[in-house]
């Protein structure tokens, strides 16, 4: 996972185009995941495996998104 250090040494644009590549990885993902459960031709191990590859990209997203618009209390 990407270190908040590591997110305070990235540009704004940099941080936008990671950004859009972990969301379309993780789209990929639900619909890989979909997919295999769909067929039921993955066992669960692997399921499991993607599943938690897209919560990394969550995080990922999350952290990036937090970056980008931090919270304004008003």
Do not use: S, W, Y
């Amino acid at each position: 996972m990407t270190a908040p250090n590591d997110l305070a040494m990235k540009t704004e644009d940099v941080l936008r185009v990671e950004l859009d590549v972990f969301k379309h990885e993780h789209r990929d993902l639900d619909q890989a995941i979909e997919a295999l459960v769909e067929r039921g031709t993955a066992d669960q191990l692997t399921i499991r495996r993607l599943k938690k590859q897209k919560l990394q990209l969550k995080d990922k997203i999350a952290l990036i998104e937090d970056r980008l618009l931090p919270d304004i209390i008003a």
